[in-house]
């Protein structure tokens, strides 16, 4: 069967979730090859926490450029490891780094481009989610190898006993893709809160919290949610807007989703209207959000919200 | 400096949309400027504004550069209202139908012709929601890649560019000699609304259309016929069933709450 590469992201000392994601959905269009880029004498403690996913070779490419002068230098490093691997397909974790390698990845070796899939059949076709979830579209690359980014919790993870070889591979990076310079870097300020585009339940505030998201944060603590928010409270500087949920903010998709004091404006609903169950929480009984909701409560944020968590709480114990 | 902004004229983000044969059918709704693209006309203003003050002739200038049909000339007048030079715009019946491939081959030849020392762009167009085009555009291009800037600090005698790159992934300080891609957040500033004389001064501005033959493309490497990628069907999502919706009489908590332990959500 033919290698099916897949990038493996990680933060230096963890390998991301989407890995083992990525290795399942690879298995089912051949065999799954994952690349681990990393820093000299990093790689192997990445690939050893492959253990159990079903990746079954890694190729770990240990080159300090990548670091130091950013995608165009993975996009080399790929791109080399993809001539000697010859795959027929690469695949890539939806990131605005993931997406940006993909695309050049695609110009640089000739295939097409697509991303943001939400699923992958055997017959390297996709299926995406477009125009803020009111549309499903399947789509396939006709020319080239594909390259293909799929948004992270797209599948479960299927467990393996990989990956069974890890092998060293060796590159060189030109000067043409050493032309940024990057000269200091730090990670997302995280809190204990996970991941929005990750999360299986995401809590959101809007104009509704009046800039107030301890109700909202109380209720993500309790449920070990994310916290999301609508464009008008990071507009309004109430919320980071790293955690906005909308067209132009995050797309998520989890298996519950609580908009609290949001109005439902077209704008957010296309970043969350593939969520499988969605709770609303708004004064207005007319706010277009309740046409969505599954469960919608008319009524103040800051009496029902506290009222649901001492039930939870409650019937839990 | 010659700065370029590539701008895309999209359906307006508020609007529903529809789609025929796969494709979005953009007739049927009201087609503004990337509300995105805004922020990188605001941004290489602001850098060129204070270099160009007092100066007759403006030293430096931003060209609009965009791809689609005729009326993508509204988007751009917008653009042109806001301060930015000029236009070019690349309209031909041929390019119906590109993928992110074509768009960045054209692109990248009109940019790479009209002699720019950097490049402009927001960090995604509203309706297709990539996000690959800026990095495709310095690949093909062989220029540095500066993209998801949160803040750019442009040294015009120096010929650099030093940006903050904020994602997911954190924040990263990284330069780069021209010729560079930029692009720019959301968060990086306000963009102004064009002022009347904004307005009036723009419709003197001018607008080069050019066709495929103009630029030296052949119509088979673009459009439906030449993309790398095809969409095979398109379905509309199926409307969500109507849920349960309650006042709170002083229980709506309480009600919540057992609606998410009973459906075992919780």
Redesign the interface.
Known sequence: MANVLFLIDHDGSKVAKTAGELATFAKRVGSPVGVIIANSGSGDALASQLGGTEVERVVVVENDDVAKHGIAAAVSVLAQVAAEQEPSAVLVASSARGKEIAGRLALRTGGGVITDAVDLKADLSTTQSVFGGSFTVNAKVKVGTPVITIRPSSNEAGAGSGPASVEKFAVTIEAKDKTVAITNSQPPVKGGRPDLTEAKIVISGGRGTNGNFVEVEAMADLLGAAVGASRAATDAGWYPHTHQVGQTGKTVSPQLYIACGISGAIQHRAGMQTSKTIVAINKDPEAPIFDLADFGVVGDLFAVLPQARETIKSKRA | MKIAICVKQVPD?????K?VG?R?DRESVDAVLN??DEYAIEEALRIIEPLNEGKETPEHTITLISMGPDRTTEAIRKGLSMGADSGLLVSDAALAGS???AT?KVLSKVIQDGGFDLVFCG?ES??A????????L???L???????AGSVKVDASAKSVEIAR????????????FPCVVSV???INEPRYPSFKGIMAAKKKQIDTKALADIGIAAGDVGLSG???????????PA??K??????AG???????????E?R??
């Not at chain 2, 929601?129 to 495709?136: F, H, K, T």
């Not at chain 2, 220029?143 to 998801?148: C, H, K």
């Not at chain 2, 904020?166 to 000699?177: D, F, K, L, R």
């Not at chain 2, 849920?243 to 709170?248: A, F, M, R, S, W």
């Open positions: 983000s508020w609007a529903e949309k789609m796969g979005l509300d995105l993928d992110a491939v960045a960090t509203t309706d929601r990539m996000s690959v085009i800026p990095a495709m310095a690949e093909s062989g220029w540095a890649q500066l993209t998801f904020m994602t997911e992934s954190g924040v990263e300080n990284m330069s780069a000699n957040i959301e968060k993309a790398w990628s095809e969409v095979l069907e398109a379905n509309p999502r969500r069933e849920g349960v919706k309650l006042e709170d229980d709506g908590g309480t009600k919540l709450a057992d609606y998410l332990l459906k959500l919780v």
